[in-house]
């Protein structure tokens, strides 16, 4: 039984802050758990690669290095970097990882993922890797902007990583949830964070900006900026 590890940051807004949030950060737990397998003769999936950043954060450690992104415009700007770097061993391809038998692009050691990952996925990674075959993953978690009253579809509580990676035939060995949340002297700073971090426009889009609204005409002041749940299985 692995017992889930929380780390939570909890700290005060600095006028002029939010620029960051523009940018999410690769999860230091997420590198440290892959970098932990042996990956110089290994072959790694990286699913929902984007523009690559995670399989480029690896480029210099692995064999091999599979991106599958569905968007076609990542792929190539992925892809082009790679040319760029001539890195051969690095290979993207266009497809939806929902749909797509991994065991199609060849033997796979390791699946990774950042910000991407659902039960499909899951088990279409547990599909192709052989038993002590290991997937590492940070995505988001339930609590995510939970202030503004809404969860991404993509995100997992504790609960139901912890079931989903088991109910596809991995045995947890790391279980990790990581919170940063912002508190607010007033309103007016909240909303002058998420104008700094360009969330208005994608927020009134999504319904959080009225959630969020009625939050702090309630009183609330705080954000929960950061939640991510970072995963590590070794295939039984
Ligand atoms: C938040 S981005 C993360 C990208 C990258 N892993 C990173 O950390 O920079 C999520 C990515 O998952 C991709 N994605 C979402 N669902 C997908 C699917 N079913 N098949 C393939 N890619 C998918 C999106 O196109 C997007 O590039």
Not at 34 to 61: H, K, M, Q, W, Y
Not at 193 to 222: I, P, Q
């Amino acid at each position: 039984m692995i017992e889930w590890k929380e780390q939570r940051i909890a700290r005060t807004y600095r006028p002029g802050e939010g620029q960051e949030a523009k940018h999410s950060i690769l999860s230091e737990t997420l590198l440290r758990l892959i970098r932990e397998e042996p990956l110089r003769d290994r072959t790694v999936l990286d699913v929902g690669c984007g523009n690559g950043r995670l399989t480029f954060a690896l480029a210099e450690e692995a064999g091999r290095i599979i991106g599958i992104d569905w968007s076609d415009q990542v792929i190539e700007q992925a892809a082009q970097r790679a040319r760029a770097a001539c890195f051969d061993h690095i290979t993207f391809i266009c497809c939806d990882a929902e749909r797509i038998d991994y065991g199609e692009l060849g033997p796979i050691d390791l699946v990774v993922a950042h910000l991407c990952m659902s039960d499909e996925m899951l088990r279409r990674a547990a599909a192709v890797l052989a038993p002590g075959g290991c997937i590492a993953f940070s995505t988001l978690h339930k609590d995510q902007w939970k202030e503004s009253g809404r969860s991404s579809r993509f995100a997992y509580g504790e609960h139901d990583a912890e079931a989903a990676l088991t109910a596809a035939g991995f045995d947890p060995i790391y279980l990790g949830v990581e919170r940063e949340t912002l508190s607010f002297a007033a309103a007016a700073d909240a909303l002058a964070y998420l104008e700094a971090s360009d969330l208005v426009g994608k927020w009134t889009a999504d319904s959080r900006w009225e959630g969020f609204r009625a939050y702090l005409e309630r009183g609330g002041r705080s954000l929960t900026v950061r939640a991510r749940v970072t995963v590590k299985g070794r295939r039984r």
